[in-house]
């Protein structure tokens, strides 16, 4: 999306700085995807340029190409055991909780791998994605194996979803960075996050699912009065 297009572009952008200032040097630093995730790289590339090293791991390869082009060295996740912090965005965020869901850009399943091993998981989002109940507005994202993807979507309506196949903009199936599909499961508010992540991380086919349940340990979210902290307790 181009700038110009995203009225909440402003928030983002105040969001992914005040999340770069979290970074020290020396750390390992998971690297999210999206148009807010993108403020913080192109932050963390003039403090780079600046002298701060760290290292950086990319969650997709559209985030890989936007450090490469700006001078960010990328490491292999394979690599390390541990990540010392990741700044991502979202797609809702729950209040009370900080339950997310994720993945409307497509990179929900190499966010999550490296989401699971960051020591802490920073989100950055405007105003607009805190709900009161995950799935008010957004349909969860799961990503599958293109083998019998139609199978695997009847079973995720048998969960109660209504589910259709991610198309990217001409129109043929999407496919994720790691050669998968993403259906999109629309199962309106979502009572039990962490039973459904559960349901659907048992159905044969699925890889993962954008449901992030306890794992964010911080949220800044940008709004008119400046960027709230939400801490998770
Ligand atoms: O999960 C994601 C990509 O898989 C993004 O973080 C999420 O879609 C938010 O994107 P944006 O900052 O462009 O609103």
């Known amino acids: 999306m181009r700038l110009v297009d995203d009225p909440a572009a402003n928030l983002k952008r105040e969001a992914g700085e005040q999340a770069a200032l979290l970074v ?55 690599h390390h055991d541990a990540i010392d912090l990741t700044i991502d965005g979202a797609d809702e965020i729950e209040r009370g909780s900080l339950n997310l869901i994720k993945g409307l850009g497509g990179a929900l399943l190499r966010e999550k791998i490296v989401a699971a ?12 994605k805190m709900v009161r109940h995950l799935g008010e507005h957004t349909a969860v994202p799961v990503e599958v194996t293109p083998f019998g993807w139609e199978s695997t979507a009847r079973q995720l309506g048998v969960l109660g979803a209504r589910v259709s196949a991610r198309h990217d903009r001409v129109g043929t199936l999407f496919v994720t960075d790691g050669g998968n599909m993403i259906l999109d499961c629309n199962f309106g508010v979502i009572d039990d996050p962490a039973g459904l992540e559960r349901r659907i991380g048992e159905i044969v086919g699925v890889i993962e699912s954008g449901l992030f349940i306890q ?12 960027v709230a902290r939400y801490e998770r307790a």
Not at 28 to 55: C, M, N, P, Y
Not at 61 to 73: P, T
Not at 117 to 128: H, P, Q, Y
Not at 216 to 221: G, H, K, P, Q
């Open 215 to 226: 794992r964010a340990s911080l949220v800044l979210v940008a709004g008119a009065d400046g």
């Open 117 to 128: 091993a960051s020591r802490k998981l920073v989100i950055i989002a405007d105003e607009r």
């Open 24 to 78: 020290e040097g020396g750390m390992v630093v998971g690297l999210g995807t999206g148009s807010t995730a993108a403020f913080v790289i192109a932050a963390l590339a003039r403090r780079h340029q600046e002298g701060l090293r760290f290292t950086a791991i990319a969650t997709s390869e559209r985030s890989a190409k936007q450090a490469r082009d700006l001078g960010i060295e990328l490491s292999d996740f394979g």
